[in-house]
């Protein structure tokens, strides 16, 4: 019983470590709903697509749920995502892009998206490693400006 109980123990952190693998995250100086106006903002100003912003506190209080402040925003731009889906065409499962912009536990914000070196390896993107590395660059670049 004592040797179940380690590998199921185990088993579940190993989950808890992997479940952030692949994800950047950065704290912001600012509130939620201030990280998600400057990030889109940010955003509209370098020539991208904002599809949708989720309120997800907002929609989680309308069925009587506590969620910490948390939003979410999907933005791209087709010239960015386009060759990245003909390198490999699974990558648009998680195109566009999204930023996850969240409260903690404690009270600090922070802006959270996937790791664009991860999309390669999650959906075996071969060719396409600039493209890869610019994307990167720029969404570092713009979230941290919006963390600022």
């Excluded at 380690?6 to 990280?35: K, P, R, W, Y």
């Excluded at 209080?61 to 969620?67: F, K, N, P």
């Excluded at 664009?116 to 390896?121: D, G, S, V």
Aim: with cysteine.
């Amino acid at each position: 019983m004592k040797r179940f109980l380690s590998v199921v123990l185990l088993c579940g952190f190993s989950m808890i470590a992997q479940a952030s693998e692949g994800v950047v995250q950065l704290e912001s100086a600012h509130d939620v709903t201030a990280t998600a106006d400057k990030l889109e903002g940010i955003l509209l100003s370098k020539g991208m697509t904002i599809m949708a912003r989720v309120p997800h506190s907002k929609a989680a209080a309308g069925v009587g749920v506590e969620l910490r402040d948390t939003e979410l925003l999907i933005f791209g731009n087709p010239k960015v995502g386009s060759p990245l889906m003909k390198c490999e065409q699974l990558v648009a499962l998680d195109l566009p892009q999204k930023a996850l912009i969240y409260a903690d536990e404690s009270g600090k914000t922070w802006i959270a998206y996937n790791d664009p070196m991860y999309l390669k390896a999650r959906h075996n993107v071969e060719g396409c490693d600039e493209a890869l590395a610019k994307v990167s660059g720029a969404l570092a670049k713009l979230t941290g400006a919006a963390a600022k």
